[in-house]
């Protein structure tokens, strides 16, 4: 019981900061800008609305070519496939992101506290970056399939 009304008492506090955090956010989604005229309604959910695909739903979860995912929104290079691993979350993972290609803020829905990442070039949502990966980096970029456009190297 004890525990249960502390887990009560870390959501209200959390639903606050949350609005507490409203404004920020606004002004967060007023940076972000389309670049590509044909992101689907989808996309744009995720991109501009921070919604989450379905996981397993991403073709991306497959791709194993070498290369480079870059932002589907504007273009700019976010991920090399060296760094792309099987994270079995049904989303495509990354350990590493090339440098200054994100920028994270704090992102306290669904009243559990996430570290958000977008795009530092057009300010879309990407996913959510967690320290739980393998490697040197012990990072996990949880990346929607959909904000990205992966490109192979010739
Ligand atoms: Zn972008």
Redesign the pocket.
Known sequence: MKYIRRKFLKLIGLSYLSAVLLPYNLLYSATKKI?NKDLSGEQKNIMFNEYTERPYSSPLNHEKRKGFFH?A????KLFASNTKFDSGTGWPSFTKSFPGAFKTKIDYSFGVKRTEYH?A??G?HHGHVFDDGPGETKKRFCSNGLCLIFKPQN
């Not at 929104?73 to 700019?76: F, L, M, Q, V």
């Open positions: 670049f932002c929104n504007c273009g700019a795009c070039n057009c879309v």
